[in-house]
């Protein structure tokens, strides 16, 4: 008995490092390709759900898939109805797991082919580096899952006869509660419903359990797996919280509608869908008991995410608002968080310039923008400190850099609108103001969303700084032969050099602005798409 509790563990434990190693090898290989699918295809609550439930079926990880979606939410890339049509998703494309399980790892018996292809694995890993080592790791991890469920299933011969169903709760309406909070407690330990759902095919198996008994631990363990992003959501921005709070509201429902239908449901599926096979019928429950639940509740996502908004209120919408530290955990999401951050603040820097050039502005008012932007551009600092990428993706890396340059150049720009008598000196002389109305409808176009060509700004950047360069010579020659206040002229040739640095550092922030987004590749439909939410 004490070999067989032993092996029991051991099994879950290589299934759950298995999960854990193929899952974040999978993100590695296909995170981008996700997100660039995610931000492109969503466009309802209904295609949300259809991009949830295939990302997170291709990366085996509704956690990554909700957390991108959270990283869209704070860019403004999507709606927040929009991310709750993904988190119906999600819950569908974790089940694609017990698929896995049932028909390879209990079916097929693959397990003895998983010992040479963990091999191979282990040695693509260690010889390698970069996407073939994820493909290593990626293999393992799939290895490791397969020799988990033979551990388990080693482990649960040895009881046979020994565990029976009349060892677990009964099959009446309080049996099936008890049941169901077994499985919750079940997930919350393992933190994986996938082990707790491999573990329930494994007694079925044993004939430990009846198929309705496992298909109410089942519901169970879809409820328990919510706990894991209520934990993380609980430190994390409103957006996570929303999420994470919507995820467990949407779990209840979704449980509470198949715990209510299991006596119909339950039958139904082993009969007529599983032909009475209780292992396939437990996974085809999960899965179908998730695609009702999502289909009953997207005509209602508009509503159910005014319920969530209105359960967690909207804070003061600050410029930092999508440096979501619970986003850190994936580097492309978080990138796509702090890329929305500088945005953000670049377009109130413009703005601010814009305003304070324009006829009749009140240069003053660059303190208190530039009172606002400097915090805001402090966390953006630290954020882009904390995001790790490796090496080898090279667009993401190129990407990184680009958002540093681009906080550099907005950290400079931050220092020259605290200096606003300089632009006052400006606007006082009407052959300076020209070329200062010039920069402001520039960067109005940008703050805007109305770009031009960067070949256009640089050529109007050239014509400024001729232009002051003349106009300097001009005042420096002409100034004491008119009898001009000295302080006067120093003080214009102050605003000059004011404005062609301004306008060098804002150019500077669209030309780093748009590398990041050409090394990010995105393509014209997938902005346009994204602009649309």
Do not use: C
Not at 236 to 248: F, K, N, P
Not at 349 to 358: E, N, P, V, W
Not at 387 to 392: E, G, L
């Amino acid at each position: 008995m004490f070999t067989s509790v032993v092996t029991l563990l051991g099994g879950i434990g290589l299934f759950l490092y298995g999960m854990q190693t193929m899952t974040g090898a999978l993100k590695g290989l296909g995170g981008r390709r996700a997100r660039d699918f995610l931000a492109a295809f969503t466009r309802s609550p209904t295609t949300g759900v259809i991009t949830g439930a295939a990302t997170t079926a291709v990366i085996q990880s509704s956690s990554a898939t909700t957390l991108m979606a959270i990283g869209f939410v704070g860019a403004g890339l999507l709606s927040f109805p929009h991310a709750v049509g993904i988190i119906f998703g999600a819950n569908i494309g974790t089940t694609f797991t017990g698929w896995l399980v049932i028909l390879l790892g209990i079916k097929l018996e693959i397990g003895i082919l998983a010992m040479p292809l963990l091999f191979v694995a282990a040695l693509v890993m260690i010889l390698t580096d970069g996407r073939w080592a994820r493909i290593g790791a990626a293999a393992a991890g799939f290895s490791l899952l397969f020799l988990g469920i033979d551990l388990m299933q080693e482990a649960m011969a040895g009881w046979q006869g020994a565990l029976t169903p009349q060892d677990f709760p009964s099959d009446t309406l309080s049996g099936r509660l008890r049941l169901l909070l077994l499985g919750v407690a079940v997930t919350i330990v393992t933190q994986s419903s996938s082990a707790g759902v491999a573990m329930a095919l494994v007694l079925i198996g044993a004939e430990a359990i009846t198929f309705t008994q496992a298909a109410a631990m089942v519901i169970g363990m879809d409820i328990g797996t919510t706990f894991k992003a209520l934990l993380a959501s609980f430190f994390g921005s409103r957006a996570m919280r929303q999420t994470g709070l919507a995820h467990v509201v949407y779990n209840l429902i979704t449980g509470s509608l198949a715990f209510v239908s299991l006596g119909v449901l339950g039958p139904f599926v082993l009969t007529h869908v599983a032909g009475g096979d209780a292992q396939i019928g437990l996974v085809a429950f999960h899965s179908i008991f998730n695609i009702i639940g999502a289909a009953v509740m997207v005509p209602f996502a508009g509503r159910f995410a005014a319920l969530i908004e209105w359960l967690l209120p909207r804070e003061e919408d600050s410029l930092s608002a999508p440096l979501d530290p619970g986003l850190l955990g994936d580097d492309e999401t978080a990138l796509a968080a702090a890329r929305a951050a500088a945005d953000r603040m670049a377009h109130a820097q413009f703005t601010a310039i814009a305003d304070a050039l324009r006829p009749g502005g009140v240069p003053q008012r660059l303190s208190a923008a530039q009172e606002r932007v400097a915090p805001a551009l402090t966390q953006l600092e630290d954020y882009l400190a904390r995001i790790s990428v490796p090496p080898d993706r090279t667009e993401a890396v190129a990407r990184h850099a680009a958002l540093l340059h681009q906080a550099d150049h907005m950290r400079r720009l931050n220092h020259r609108m605290t200096q606003h008598v300089r632009v006052g000196a400006l606007l006082e002389d009407s052959a300076l103001a020209r070329p200062a109305r010039a920069l402001a409808a520039l960067l109005r176009r940008e703050a805007q969303g109305r770009s031009r060509p960067a070949a256009r700004n640089r050529r109007l950047l050239a014509l400024l700084e001729r232009r002051m360069e003349r106009l300097r010579d001009e005042r420096l020659r002409d100034g004491p032969a008119q009898m001009e206040d000295i302080d006067q002229i120093f003080a214009r040739t102050d605003g000059m050099r004011w404005l062609i640095r301004t306008a060098q550092h804002a150019l500077r922030i669209l030309h780093y602005s748009g590398a990041g987004r050409q090394a990010e590749g995105e393509t014209e439909a997938t902005e346009s798409a994204a602009a649309r939410h």
